[in-house]
Nanobody, 129 residues
């Protein structure tokens, strides 16, 4: 069983929205102190990182980064009370179709797969009319 668990995938029409969530299967795992990256893998393509979020700092702030293809449409946020990370996806296009994964690493956030320590098994997002 993977340490991280994604949920919220489904089918949506172009222009629609979905919110994915990432949490942990181990209640003792402190997801709040890990940087989290969302990845996706489109059919026939390599997995790519789409955005990252840092742990919350002492002032309660987080920092996010996004790849250009999702910037302005996707938003990553934390719910520290529930040890969850969300990926809000708006104005979806068929090119956003794929399996979405969350991954975590202790330290500076990164978009590269090789730097991740923990993974989920993914949730499928399908955008079509």
């Amino acid at each position: 069983q993977s340490l991280l668990v994604e949920s919220g995938g489904g089918s949506v029409q172009p222009g629609g929205s979905l919110r994915l969530s990432c949490t942990t299967s181990d209640p003792t795992f402190q997801l709040n102190v890990y940087s989290v990256t969302w990845f996706r893998q489109a059919p026939g393509k390599d997995r790519e990182g789409v955005g990252t979020i840092t742990p919350m700092d002492t002032s309660g702030e987080t920092k996010t980064t996004y790849v250009d293809s999702v910037k302005g449409r996707f938003t990553i946020s934390r719910d520290t009370s529930w040890k969850m990370v969300h990926l809000q996806m708006d104005r979806l296009t068929p090119e956003d179709t794929g399996v979405y994964y969350c991954a975590a690493r202790y330290g500076v956030p990164d978009l590269r797969e090789a730097w991740m320590q923990y993974w989920g098994e993914g949730t499928l997002v399908s955008v079509s009319s």
